[in-house]
């Protein structure tokens, strides 16, 4: 992705909405930003206190932006 369409993007997502930056299982450093979206969710911990999200719309959640990262590029 482009300095100038990673700016658009964030210009139109909500300005008070957490960013969460979501990766496939991989074990490489360098990832490029495959996509930028905003999503209605609710963050919470599994079992084993691992982080999760809910995607859901309803009286609980939150507007996310969720910035999906990829190693194949």
């Given at each position: ?5 990673l ?28 996509d ?29 932006v969720?910035?999906?990262?990829t190693?194949?590029?």
């Open positions: 992705m482009k300095v100038s369409e700016l658009n993007k964030l210009k139109s997502c909500p300005p008070n909405a957490d960013v969460i930056c979501y990766q496939e299982n991989t074990e490489k450093n360098l990832l490029d930003i495959e930028i979206s905003v999503e209605y969710a609710i963050k919470g911990q599994n079992d084993n206190y691992e982080p999760t999200l809910k995607f859901m719309q309803g009286e609980n959640s939150k507007e996310h969720i910035i999906t990262v190693s194949d590029f």
